[in-house]
Every structure is written in structure tokens, then in C-alpha cells.
């Protein structure tokens, strides 16, 4: 068998090309890194499905819930995600938590938004709460629905205005204590709520404060002594720059609202949905985690995850970049 030099040298080149290939894609693995604003693949290689979410710890492992928002979903349900990660960048589907039919007959458009799970410690029950309403945005509550696993499934338990009041956009606070939160936007009051759980999370016990400013998409975290809150501004699916404040109590009195990032980016396309804290041996991260909405392509809206520049009464989101994180030591590194 004659083999001539050209057909060594494709054979050659070929071989190079394909192991060159299988080296960057595995330490493109290894090296952890996050994309703000490119497909995120999990380890299923599709991309994940969880806006608008928001995230628990359980021991050493995280679980990220939001809307799935697929192509080819069952229109006469809506679907809420989870996904489970040990290093909050390889994220496991572990399938649809919660999958629920048109519970308080709200007519065909009805809405399930931006949904959070607390771990309930005395109850041994996920609790998961939502943005329940219909398409007109007028009934505007919570809705409930309780698990003894995290992946679920979920049952559905129950809807309910927290405080008596309005709720649309909702986000989640748990404090260094333990004590659980829930942070409701209520458009007649012009401003959102930060409300204490029951003890067994199913309701609102007590209301905390009312931070008098337009805002929706609220996101708190605790950092070295002082509380930080982020919300965005009432233009529907349109980013516009997110604001914050801070104050030494729950209770306020806050500051005045400041840019988080520069106002003509609009908070680099994206609106806030939480500020998760990772506590590592080393440091303490604060990362801000938002959504970049593509209302007309829902399945291929984005996430915008940045380490947040914050202490000593200041916050400041950095222009989006790579960025690797080590859960464990809790440093973050631009690339």
C-alpha cells in the first residue's frame, strides 16, 4: 500500500487540530469560568434555563430554581427549573421542580414569575414562593408551593397578598441568623416591602420595612456590617440602571438610591434578581446576579454574573467580563 506525503501530512494535521481541540475544552473546564452574557451550557450542553431565579445552599451543594422558559413547552402549564451545582459554574438539570396548571383560574396568560425556594430547618420543607397573576397584572400575589426534596416535585398550596398588599416582583433574603425574608414590590405604595417569614415559611409573619422608592427586582445582602439593597426601575422587560442603598438595620432608616453601574449601560442590559453571598476560607464574594431578557426569544435570554466591588457603604457593579470563582476560598479573578 502506497501512502503518499500529502495524505501523511492531512492525516498529521488532523490529528493535531483534534487534540489541541480536546485540550482547551477540557481546561476550559477545569479553569471555572463564568461568561457574563454568552450561553451558559449545563452539563447536559443545553443552555440553562432558570431566569429571573434564585439560589439555596444545602450542605456543599447549591440549587439555582427559575422560569423555564424552553421552546416547545406545554403552554397550559408553566414550569419552574432547578439545577445543582458544587462550584455555582457546572450546574446538573435536575429536571422541572415544580410543574403547575393554571391554579386560581386566571385565564390562559396567567403568570408565574421569578421564583425563590427557602429550606425551612424546623419543618424539614422546601418552600418555594412566586409572582402569581394573570395577564392584566391585576391579581398580583404570591403563590406557595412546598417539597421535601429540592428537585421536587413541588405542590402547590396556596396564593396569598402578602400584608395585604399587592406583590409582583419578589426576591429572597435569608440573614446571617438564619431568619428568612421576603422582598415583594407593591405598585400602589410605590416602593417594596421586606417582610419576615412565619416560622414555618408558608406565610408573612411581621412586616420589617417599606423602602419608599419605585422599585422592582429587589435583591439584599448582608456585607461586613451593613445591608445593601439593589432594585431596578419599572420598565417592564427594558434594563435601565439598577440603583442601591444601604442601611445598618432591616428596619432602615436607607440611604438615598445610587447607580450601581454607569446609567447610560443600563446596568449593562440587565435587571438584578439577586446578590448571593459565598463565604470562603479566604475571602467573603458578593455576587450579582441578573437577567438579561430577550422578551421576544425568552428562551435565549442571558445572565449577568459579576463579583460586585462593595464595602464600606459603597457598591459598584464592574464592566461584565470572564471571570473565575473558587467557591471554597470564596476569591474571585478577572480574565
Known sequence: MI??????????????????YIVQQASGQDQKIIRPGELWPDKQGNHIQAHGGGIV??????????EQRSRGLDTAYRYVSCYASKDLIHWDFEGNALQLSDPENLGHRWVLERPKVFYNQRTKNYVMYF??????????RVGVAISKKPQGPFRYVKSFR???RESRDIGQFIDDDGTAYLIFESRPT??????Q??????????????????L???ALVHYRGLYYVIGSALTGWSPNPNQYATAKTL????SEFKDIAPPETNTYQSQSTMMLKVEGTKDTCVIFMADQWRPKQQWDSRYLWMPLKIGQGKLWLPKPQPWTLNVKTGETKPL
Do not use: Q
Open 3 to 20: 501512502i503518499f506525503k500529502d495524505e501523511i501530512y492531512h492525516k498529521t494535521l488532523i490529528f493535531i487540530l483534534l487534540t489541541i
Open 57 to 66: 445552599k444545602i450542605k456543599d451543594t447549591y440549587y439555582w430554581y427559575g
Open 131 to 140: 409572582h402569581l397573576d394573570d395577564a392584566r397584572y391585576a391579581f398580583a
Open 162 to 164: 402578602p400584608l395585604d
Open 190 to 195: 410605590k416602593g417594596f416591602f421586606i417582610a
Open 197 to 214: 417569614l412565619s416560622t414555618d415559611y408558608l406565610t408573612v409573619e411581621k412586616e420589617v420595612c417599606l423602602i419608599n422608592a419605585p
Open 216 to 218: 422592582e427586582g429587589g
Open 251 to 254: 428596619e432602615g432608616p436607607w
